[in-house]
């Protein structure tokens, strides 16, 4: 059972435009969304991340937009650059969990010039 | 500071060999996760500690797999016995009190079972 699904798999956007990820999960009790960056050869990285409390969280270029009631988030990367590509990895926590973060399947990004 | 450390950063075996992994949390840091990441999927947590006490270890294969954190510093994951399906990059992430707390990640191990 998958509890954190991520579409597209795979997306390619040219330099400038906006990527636009997209995130669910099914537990209600998730209350913590961090997204990690991770390029090849290397782990995660977190990149940003949101509570449940709130609906926006900004970080520069990076903006995660978060609907408690659908269950949906999704992560934009604004004026995308080439060294954005990389795949990105939503993942949630629920605080009756300790500090067990799930993740999903990863959405690669590439950036084209 | 140093970040999280692992080595062996390759490792290949052939079936039913056994293999270990080290990781050198971050200075300080009181929680460890080991996680497996098959190819292009995300990571799944394995087991975690909190100091040298394992918090979760329910998603560990125990009749192959075990790992310790005797002092509550370093860490070793071992596999007794290893399997093809075992193929994946093993990460090794720390992180520092709390339940919200970021988990930094290590460069991984990468496993290749024949």
């Known amino acids: 059972q998958q509890q954190v699904r991520q579409s597209p798999q795979s997306l390619t956007v040219w330099e400038g435009e906006t990527a636009i990820l997209n995130c669910s999960y099914e537990n209600s009790a998730f209350d913590y969304f961090p997204w990690y960056q991770q390029f090849p050869g290397e782990g995660p990285a977190l990149l940003i991340s949101i509570l449940s409390v709130s609906d926006k969280k900004e970080d520069g270029r990076f903006t995660i937009f978060f609907n408690k009631r659908e269950k949906k988030l999704s992560l934009h990367i604004a004026d995308s650059q080439p060294g954005d590509s990389a795949t990105y990895f939503c993942?949630?926590?629920?605080?009756?969990?300790?500090?067990?973060?799930?993740f999903g399947i990863g959405t690669r990004v590439l950036v084209r010039p | 500071e140093a970040g999280v450390t692992q080595s062996p950063r390759y490792a290949v075996l052939q079936e039913g060999q056994a293999v270990s992994f080290w990781c050198d949390p971050i200075s300080g840091h009181d929680t460890l996760y080991w996680y497996q990441q098959p190819r292009d999927q995300g990571p799944q947590l394995l087991v975690y500690f909190r100091d040298e006490a394992v918090i979760d270890n329910s998603q560990l294969p125990s009749d192959r797999f075990s790992a310790v954190r005797p002092k509550g510093t370093n860490s070793t994951l071992k596999i007794q016995s290893a399997k093809q399906g075992d193929t994946a990059t093993y990460l090794c992430a720390s992180s520092f009190l709390g339940t919200k707390d970021t988990q930094y990640f290590g460069p991984g191990t990468r496993l290749l079972v024949l």
């Open positions: 993942a949630a926590m629920t605080n009756s969990a300790g500090n067990k973060l799930t």
